[in-house]
């Protein structure tokens, strides 16, 4: 079936206005940047299995008794005896002043570093928010563009440009397209070092014994 000028042009038209359109769904889905509450959420949760992690390491010092430390009473040719050791009061209470002082500065290094980590996160969550009004700004210059382009387009059908022209304007265009599609992929790579940074949707896997 032969198709007549006028609706070669209107079919063009409509597969590059409809090859526009899917670019535009497409980059508008490839990154999703979630609420920054989310993103600390998950790393104070992390810092929060990493702090009970770290504090079991003393588990055994802390539940040593009180008595392990005095003196054992027991019996020596049928007599009460005492056995002393160097486990003595001192003892006892040099080595929960020890853990005490350790588990503090546990608490402190653990405290610090994860405040450390959600104001870099911060840094991360505002630059990629940066990135999203940079694309805006694009793309407010490619509609410009496109408008232009169509006018272009439909010169090059009428044949009123030279085929350099025509070549050009398609060249001109590809590029902008390709510049858009670049930055929707550098946010996207962004997106991913920040889940990364914040321990989002860390798997919680064990080993089996």
């Known amino acids: ?13 409509g597969l590059f206005f409809l090859k526009i359109s899917n670019l535009s769904a497409q980059n508008s889905n490839i990154s999703a940047l979630k609420e920054f509450s989310e993103y600390k ?29 005095f003196p054992s009473i027991g019996l020596q040719f049928g007599l009460p005896s005492i056995q002393f050791s160097t486990r003595d009061y001192a003892t006892y209470k040099r080595d929960k002043s020890l ?81 858009e599609k670049l930055s929707w992929l550098n946010i996207k790579i962004m997106v991913l070092e920040l889940e990364k940074n914040a321990k989002y949707e860390f798997p919680n896997e064990y080993f089996t014994h």
């Open 41 to 69: 959420k998950s790393l104070k949760s992390y810092y929060l299995k990493l702090w009970h992690a770290k504090r079991a390491e003393f588990k055994d010092l802390n539940e040593k008794s009180f008595l392990f430390y």
């Open 99 to 179: 853990l005490r002082s350790k588990l503090n500065s546990l608490d402190e290094q653990l405290e610090l570093e994860m405040n450390e980590r959600l104001q870099a996160l911060k840094i991360e969550y505002e630059k990629i928010k940066v990135e999203y009004d940079k694309v805006s700004v694009l793309q407010g210059k490619l509609k410009y563009l496109k408008a232009l382009h169509s006018i272009k387009l439909e010169c090059c059908l009428k044949r009123e440009c030279t085929p350099e022209e025509c070549k050009k304007a398609e060249m001109e265009m590809f590029e902008h397209e390709q510049t």
């Open 1 to 13: 079936m032969l198709i007549n000028k006028p609706t070669q042009k209107l079919l063009i038209l």
